[in-house]
């Protein structure tokens, strides 16, 4: 394999704070994997797609390109002797139809050319997190992730196309969404147990539509602290890893990431009113009053989350909206639940400058913005459009209820 030995993806901010912990830069890594669904998987993720939930086809093809892929850097890292590789990050493209699942990383040596390490660590923070993750106590272990397809169906779920008729709460789709949210959560906890830590730390979470279906997916680092020795199983945290060394210095110890889910229909007479309401100008009474109640029951849930794990508070809360088209709302709540923990500190008295600044890109192709807008508007940042990710029921019986009033409109004109 051809080495390049002189390159790094580490900026000078992180080269910086991994001196403090007696690290040096090293070389930048790449694996990749390409996969397609085939005929009888893309049959079968149909077929799952009509029927709510987990579209499993699509989670196991997305989860074998991302762990070959993944392999095959660790394998480039190790070659290059490293005791870690920090910034593992994930990009797919899509090439006709074929995906390419890319994993980049960047090695770390140690300061005087000794591993002093059995095994190599990953972990998905760039060195600046990394070193805010060290200072506050916890050993890096090993990159995880956890992902799920999911659809909101049709077929599957007949009652609660019906029920989003009338406006409220739309269960059935409530509890699909927030079962297969949470099965991301697991899936990343149950990747942390296999290599033996007790937390999972700096979590990020990014959803986007992913051939016919939506994707959840989060990635972490699986990490060691001497405080949570004997715990029934890891603690989950989506806090940055700076604001992670700021609670941990005033006492606070992560508990877990908590999430509320919610999904709202403004009923089939209240999407018409809600219409012409529109066309009027002015406050649109039904859809405030609607999102509202959606808002306070997804927090409500997140509040029970947490204290089924007695915690003391939840921080960081982010909360999302999106439309699911046809009167449907879905409102996400997710953040961490912490709990002053006795021993919980870090090592230094205050955090390094170098680890919170951040880096400023030097290089802008403008030639390339359109597509750049185009990549991020698919990946639903963008725009109501991009972020609205399924059909909903009431958006067909207004459809016909429109066609009914103007073919009547028409009859009666004409005679």
Not at 29 to 42: D, L, Q
Not at 269 to 275: E, K, L, R, S
Not at 306 to 326: M, P, S
């Amino acid at each position: 394999m051809k080495t390049h030995q002189k390159v790094s993806g580490l900026s000078g901010n992180e080269i910086y704070c991994l001196h403090q912990i007696g690290q040096t830069p090293g070389q930048l890594c790449i694996g990749n994997s390409v996969v397609a669904i085939g005929v009888g998987g893309g049959i079968g993720a149909g077929l799952s797609t009509l029927g709510g939930g987990e579209v499993t086809e699509i989670t196991k093809l997305v989860r074998e390109g991302r762990s070959n892929s993944f392999a095959r850097m660790m394998d480039e890292a190790r070659q290059y002797g490293g005791v870690g590789l920090t910034g593992v990050t994930f990009d797919l493209i899509n090439h006709g139809g074929n995906l390419e699942f890319i994993t980049t990383g960047s090695t770390v040596h140690r300061a005087g050319g000794d591993p002093q390490r059995s095994s190599m660590f990953s972990t998905s923070a760039d060195a600046q997190e990394l070193y805010c993750q060290i200072d506050s106590g916890f050993d890096p272990i090993h990159f995880v992730f956890g992902n799920v397809a999911y659809s909101i169906g049709v077929g599957g779920n007949i009652a609660g196309a019906f029920r989003a008729l009338k406006r409220g709460e739309v269960t059935q789709y409530s509890e699909i969404f927030d079962r297969t949210r949470h099965l991301a959560l697991q899936r990343i906890i149950d990747d942390a147990k296999r290599f033996g830590a007790n937390a999972v730390i700096g979590i990020k979470t990014s959803i986007a539509p992913l051939m016919g279906a939506q994707e959840m997916m989060m990635v972490g680092t699986a990490s060691h602290h001497p405080l949570l020795e004997g715990a029934r199983e890891p603690i989950t945290s989506d806090m940055t890893n700076e604001e992670l060394w700021n609670m941990m210095n005033i006492g606070y110890m992560p508990v877990r990431l908590v999430m509320g889910v919610s999904v709202y229909s403004l009923g089939l007479a209240g999407g018409i009113g809600a219409f012409f309401q529109s066309l009027g100008g002015g406050e649109v009474s039904g859809l405030t009053e609607i999102l509202y109640e959606a808002r306070e029951k997804a927090l409500e849930r997140i509040e029970k989350d947490a204290e089924k794990y007695g915690a003391d508070e939840v921080i960081g809360v982010k909360t999302k909206v999106y439309d699911l088209g046809g009167g449907l709302v879905e409102f996400m709540a997710i953040g961490t639940a912490v709990k002053r923990m006795p021993g919980a500190s870090t090592k230094s008295k205050s955090l390094l400058p170098q680890a919170i600044i951040q880096d400023r890109d030097t290089f802008v192709d403008a030639s390339d913005v359109a597509g750049a807008a185009v990549l991020d508007a698919g990946r639903g940042s963008m725009g109501v459009s991009a972020r609205r990710m399924q059909g909903g029921p009431i958006g067909i019986f207004i459809f016909f209820a429109v066609l009914i009033f103007t073919l009547l409109r028409i009859f009666f004109f004409n005679h």
